[in-house]
């Protein structure tokens, strides 16, 4: 696999980045992103593939399960680098439906360490999905839809309660926090909050 990664790259020099070396001796020099994008680590899932972006817009932190965890120093550092230095003011947080993480918080049978206590961060998205789902009989597939729904929405929740956004919008910063959810099986993405 790395020799077709090698390939891939030999392809991408001679048509893309030597024909538009001006656009990347720019990014060379500095990046000015102008979206903070936190994701899902899935391979399917790539933010500039499913927005057409090219390199340089979107500032990007990738995990299981887009999960924004109040003791995660990772995700609290591209946070805080993406709005204190970079200046950005528009930050998605994307779910996907499909979502292995999502499917084993609903099974709730992981066997692995690191990745069960991972998930115990969206606990709250799982009570509030189940809760939902029993009001309005669903089950199945339209119940994991509704659990990735509902951990957007969390996550957008712990986001927001972080203390450098909070202190950000206390001193009149304009922090706009949108949710979205990426559909695998036609390519779009949809809109679960506003930020706007």
Same mark, same amino acid.
């Given at each position: 696999?790395?020799?077709?990664?090698?390939?891939? &790259?030999?392809?991408?020099?001679?048509?893309?980045?030597?024909?538009?070396?001006?656009?990347?001796?720019?990014?060379?020099?500095?990046? !000015?992103?102008? %979206?903070?994008?936190?994701?899902?680590?899935?391979?399917?899932?790539?933010? !500039?593939?499913?927005?057409?972006?090219?390199?340089?817009?979107?500032?990007? !932190?990738? #995990?299981?399960? &887009?999960?924004?965890?109040? &003791? /995660? %120093? #990772? %995700?609290?550092?591209?946070?805080?680098? =993406?709005?204190? $230095?970079? $200046?950005?003011?528009?930050?998605?947080?994307?779910? $996907?439906? =499909?979502?292995?993480?999502?499917?084993?918080?609903?099974?709730? #049978?992981?066997?692995? #360490?690191?990745?069960?206590?991972?998930?115990?961060?969206?606990?709250?998205?799982?009570?509030?999905?189940?809760?939902?789902?029993?009001?309005?009989?669903?089950?199945?597939?339209? +119940?994991? /839809?509704?659990?990735?729904?509902? &951990?957007?929405? *969390?996550? @957008?929740?712990?986001?927001?309660? *972080?203390? *450098? @956004?909070?202190? *950000?919008?206390?001193?009149? $910063?304009?922090?706009?926090? !949108?949710?979205?959810?990426? +559909?695998?099986?036609?390519?779009?993405?949809?809109?679960?909050?506003?930020?706007?």
């Amino acid at each position: 696999m790395i020799d077709e990664l090698l390939e891939g &790259n030999r392809r991408f020099v001679e048509s893309e980045f030597k024909p538009n070396l001006g656009r990347y001796m720019t990014l060379a020099a500095a990046q !000015h992103p102008k %979206v903070l994008w936190i994701g899902c680590s899935d391979s399917r899932v790539s933010e !500039h593939v499913i927005t057409s972006t090219q390199p340089g817009t979107i500032f990007v !932190h990738r #995990n299981v399960a &887009n999960i924004v965890s109040f &003791n /995660d %120093v #990772n %995700v609290a550092a591209v946070i805080e680098y =993406g709005v204190t $230095h970079l $200046h950005i003011r528009d930050i998605v947080i994307c779910g $996907h439906y =499909g979502c292995g993480g999502i499917h084993a918080l609903e099974e709730g #049978n992981v066997k692995e #360490n690191y990745i069960a206590d991972w998930l115990l961060i969206a606990s709250g998205a799982k009570l509030r999905a189940d809760q939902i789902a029993r009001e309005r009989g669903l089950t199945g597939e339209a +119940k994991l /839809d509704l659990l990735t729904q509902e &951990n957007v929405k *969390l996550q @957008i929740g712990h986001l927001t309660k *972080l203390s *450098l @956004i909070r202190n *950000l919008r206390e001193q009149g $910063h304009t922090v706009r926090i !949108h949710g979205l959810i990426y +559909k695998l099986k036609t390519g779009e993405l949809e809109v679960l909050v506003d930020g706007r």
